[in-house]
């Protein structure tokens, strides 16, 4: 996230929480360079990011675009969109987790799944049944 932008304290709405998290990131012509491809000119891509948050105009972006830009600005330490979704359906601000808490948590749920497999195989054995696969 480039430290010499500033970043507003509150946004009014979805347009202005993607704007604000789009500069963060570098802003529309890299931002649109990364959700178009490397082959298309970042003029062009920053031109269609514009019209994208313009309400006046037909673009949008659609969901898988807008989670990866989401995704991408939590990695950057930037949380304005996160936090405008989160305020606007009526939840908490949203905490994230540091990388080794996300990891710790996985382990855990992957131990936890094993461990129920291996009940339902246990089960299944007692009733006389084989596992498939």
């Known amino acids: 996230m480039n430290q010499e932008q500033q970043i507003p304290m509150f946004v009014d709405d979805?347009?202005?929480a993607l704007s604000a998290t789009i500069n963060a990131l570098g802003g529309k012509k890299v931002v649109g360079a990364l959700l178009r491809g490397e082959s298309v000119d970042?003029?062009?891509?920053?031109?269609?990011?514009?019209?994208?948050?313009?309400?006046?105009?037909?673009?949008?972006?659609?969901?898988?675009q807008v989670a990866w830009i989401r995704r991408t600005a939590r990695l950057q330490g930037c949380h304005i969109l996160a936090a405008w979704e989160a305020a606007d359906?009526?939840?908490?601000?949203?905490?994230?987790?540091?990388?080794?808490?996300?990891?710790?948590?996985?382990?855990?749920?992957?131990i936890a799944s094993?461990?129920?497999?291996?009940?339902?195989?246990?089960?299944?054995?007692?009733?006389g049944m084989q596992a498939v696969g």
């Open 89 to 110: 359906a009526g939840y908490a601000p949203p905490q994230p987790l540091a990388p080794q808490d996300e990891a710790a948590q996985l382990q855990r749920d992957f």
């Open 42 to 64: 970042p003029t062009v891509a920053g031109k269609w990011l514009a019209d994208c948050l313009n309400p006046s105009k037909r673009e949008r972006l659609d969901p898988e």
């Open 14 to 16: 979805l347009n202005e």
């Open 114 to 127: 094993v461990k129920a497999l291996q009940a339902i195989q246990q089960k299944m054995a007692r009733n």
